[in-house]
C-alpha cells in the first residue's frame, strides 16, 4: 500500500522554487541568444510565393461546397492544370530541401546554431539538477492517479511504495522542460513562445518542402467531390429553427 510523505518546506524552497526558477531563466536567456545568434537574410520570393499558392488551395478546399460548381471547376483547372497549374510541379524542377541545405551554407550554419541553442542548456541543466537534486521528492499532485504515470512522475526514485501523485526532483525538470509554453507566451508573447517539443520536431526535419506541399495540394484538390451547400441551406436553417422551436 502507498505510504503518504510529509514533504519538508526546505525541499519547497531549496529544491521546487530554485529549479522552477532556473527553468524559466534558461528559457528566456536561450531565446534571446538564439536571436543574436540568428542571421537576417531576405526571403525568397519564389519560396513566399508558392506558400501563398498553397495557402489559397487550402482555403478553396475548405469552402469549395460555397460556390457554384461551374467556379469551383474553373478554380480547378487554374490551380491543377497538367501545363500551366498553379500546383503543377515538373519533374525536372522537383527541389529537395535536404539538398538545398546542404547547398547553402548559411542555412545549414542556421540549422546548427539552432541546434546548439538548445543542446547545450539543457544538457548542462540536466547534469545540473541530476547532480544536485537527484533523488528528491519535490512535489505533490493534489488528484489521484494510476500506475502508468509512475515513470513519469517518479524519474530517479525506486521506491514502488511511493503514492503515484509525488513527484520526484528530476521529473519535475521534464515537466518544465516541456510544459512552460503558456508562461512563455506571456512573457515573450505568442508568437515567439516555443516549447522544447517544437524545438525538437524542428531539429529532425530539414526545412519547408515547396514541392512536396504544392504535390499534396494538387492531390486533395483532385480528389475533391463537389456538392453546392446553397441549395441545402434552406432546409438546413428550417431543421436549425425547429430544433429551437422544440
Do not use: C
Request: charged share 20%; net charge positive.
Amino acid at each position: 500500500m502507498a505510504e503518504d510523505l510529509v514533504l519538508d518546506t526546505a525541499i519547497r524552497d531549496w529544491v521546487l522554487v530554485p529549479l522552477s526558477v532556473v527553468m524559466v531563466l534558461i528559457g528566456v536567456l536561450r531565446y534571446f541568444v538564439s536571436k543574436l545568434m540568428r542571421s537576417h537574410q531576405a526571403p525568397d520570393l519564389k519560396v513566399v510565393k508558392e506558400g501563398q499558392v498553397i495557402l489559397r488551395a487550402r482555403n478553396l478546399r475548405a469552402a469549395a461546397g460555397f460556390i457554384p460548381a461551374k467556379s469551383f471547376r474553373s478554380r480547378k483547372t487554374y490551380f491543377t492544370n497538367e501545363e500551366n497549374g498553379l500546383l503543377h510541379v515538373p519533374k525536372g524542377q522537383a527541389q529537395n530541401a535536404q539538398a538545398q541545405m546542404f547547398s547553402d551554407p548559411n542555412l545549414a550554419m542556421d540549422m546548427m546554431k539552432k541546434n546548439l541553442s538548445m543542446i547545450i542548456p539543457q544538457t548542462l541543466t540536466f547534469a545540473w539538477v541530476n547532480f544536485f537534486f537527484s533523488g528528491f521528492v519535490a512535489a505533490k499532485i493534489p488528484f489521484p492517479l494510476t500506475q502508468r504515470f509512475r515513470g513519469m512522475l517518479q524519474n530517479g526514485i525506486d521506491l514502488s511504495t511511493v503514492d503515484v501523485s509525488y513527484v520526484s526532483s528530476r521529473s519535475w525538470y521534464f515537466l518544465n522542460l516541456f510544459g512552460l509554453r503558456g508562461l512563455f507566451s506571456l512573457i515573450l508573447g505568442e508568437e515567439n513562445a516555443m516549447d522544447d517539443t517544437q524545438r525538437m520536431m524542428q531539429m529532425s526535419g530539414f526545412g519547408f518542402d515547396p514541392s512536396r506541399s504544392l504535390s499534396a495540394e494538387k492531390d486533395g484538390i483532385d480528389i475533391i467531390q463537389h456538392e453546392w451547400a446553397l441549395p441545402k441551406m434552406e432546409k438546413r436553417a428550417e431543421d436549425a429553427l425547429k430544433k429551437l422551436l422544440k
